[in-house]
């Protein structure tokens, strides 16, 4: 019973991130989302908004304020940032795939959701869900066995 359950939860991802790693191998990243991390560390918050979303139908929306006020609120409370951390990869289809990650600062994580779409020139956001609360980012867990 036990054994299905782990199945279960680690069938849930596809290409599990690298562990407990700072900084994973970008090799499982997508290029979007990695430019954006680079950019996030060199240049702040709103560089990193400004390249996850060029090319993206986002781009310049008033979806940007939110995620820009999400991040600035985020380093106000837990401080600088650190590092990420990839949590896993779920394949929907042949060209969309969701990235579960968490960005870490000197007092707590903020997880993160990129929706990424490959186009026929490369990869784009569709969509970014920014959170402290992981329930709200990460896809539900296996329902508990009874023991």
Do not use: C
Not at 4 to 20: D, I, P, T, W, Y
Not at 131 to 142: F, I, K, R, T
Request: proline share 7%.
């Amino acid at each position: 019973m036990r054994s299905a359950v782990l199945l279960l939860l680690v069938g849930s991802f596809v290409g599990v991130g690298q562990g407990r790693s700072q900084t994973p191998t970008t090799g499982n990243i997508p290029k979007i989302v990695q430019a954006g991390l680079d950019a996030y560390k060199t240049g702040g918050p709103d560089e990193a908004v400004r390249v996850w979303l060029r090319g993206s139908a986002l781009e310049g929306s008033k979806d940007v304020g939110g995620y820009l006020s999400t991040l600035h609120q985020t380093q106000e409370l837990y401080g600088n940032f650190r590092g990420y951390e990839l949590i896993g990869i779920r394949v929907v289809s042949s060209t969309s795939y969701v990235v579960y990650m968490t960005l870490d600062y000197d007092r707590g994580p903020l997880f993160a959701k990129f929706r990424v779409y490959r186009t026929g020139l490369g990869s784009i956001l569709t969509g970014m869900v920014l959170n402290s609360d992981e329930d709200a980012v990460l896809p539900p867990p296996p329902p508990l066995q009874p023991q």
